[in-house]
């Protein structure tokens, strides 16, 4: 999760989508970066839309340590600056 001390640099947390399936994200965060840190940069990166909540990897049920049993992959692309 994003506020989590120690976590995926590309784990940006969970989303709710509209009836619609429609979502808008803005979001700060200070583990990524858009090309200005290398060693950080997520330009170029796949990120894929899972289909179920995150744990987080905190309730060690399932693949919560892996996945974060967030279930099946529903939507990927690629990370690009506009």
């Known amino acids: 999760m994003p506020r989590d ?11 709710e989508t509209n009836a619609g399936g429609g979502a808008y ?3 700060r965060d200070d583990v990524i970066s858009i090309g200005f840190d290398v060693t950080r940069n997520v330009i170029g990166l796949p990120i894929m839309i899972h289909n179920l909540t995150d744990d987080g990897g905190h309730t060690g049920k399932g693949e919560s340590n892996t996945t974060g049993n967030a279930g099946a992959r529903i939507a990927c692309g690629t990370i690009r600056r506009g």
């Open 5 to 15: 001390p120690i976590r995926h640099v590309g784990d940006l947390g969970n989303i």
């Open 25 to 27: 994200i803005a979001q």
